[in-house]
């Protein structure tokens, strides 16, 4: 059987250093991912031959990120039924909200999971991601719920040292 592995598109190599964090949330998870530059715009004959390629060797859920205009993740959610998730990027001067809006606003039938401007969604796409493919990989599943626990630990530690601090502990 394939490996199931995740996609990640981008419109411009600007766009890395946001989606690196989503890079992060992957290897944090030990999930396989291929990343690619190509945008809807620039290069839609790459796009839709990257999709349809990665699609036929295993790729589960494609991650599409891209700033301004942002159609990437509508165009590659247009050539596959797999799961796409639109992270909208800050590239210009409205702060990610034009991304945001060409992101989320799709219509019917053609789904994007758009996740928040940015960092943030950069790591829930792959947190989002890792979902999808854990209901069907019992291990992953569990590694993510580790790593839910780790996350709830630390939040109570930082809230034991507030308490100390204020001397209410
Ligand atoms: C979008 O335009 C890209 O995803 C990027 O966020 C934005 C700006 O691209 P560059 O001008 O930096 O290449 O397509």
Redesign the pocket.
Known sequence: MKESFIAIL???D??LPTIQHTLDTLDSLEITWEVKIT?A?RTPEDTRRFVKETEQRGCAVFIA????A?H?AGAVAALTIRPVIGIP?D?GTLGGQDALLSTVQMPGGIPVACVAIGKPGAINAGWLAAQILAISDPKLEKRIQQARQLNSNSIRKKNDALQAKLGRA
């Open positions: 981008m419109g411009s600007s766009d945008s715009h990120a891209a700033g301004l942002a990437l990027l590239a």
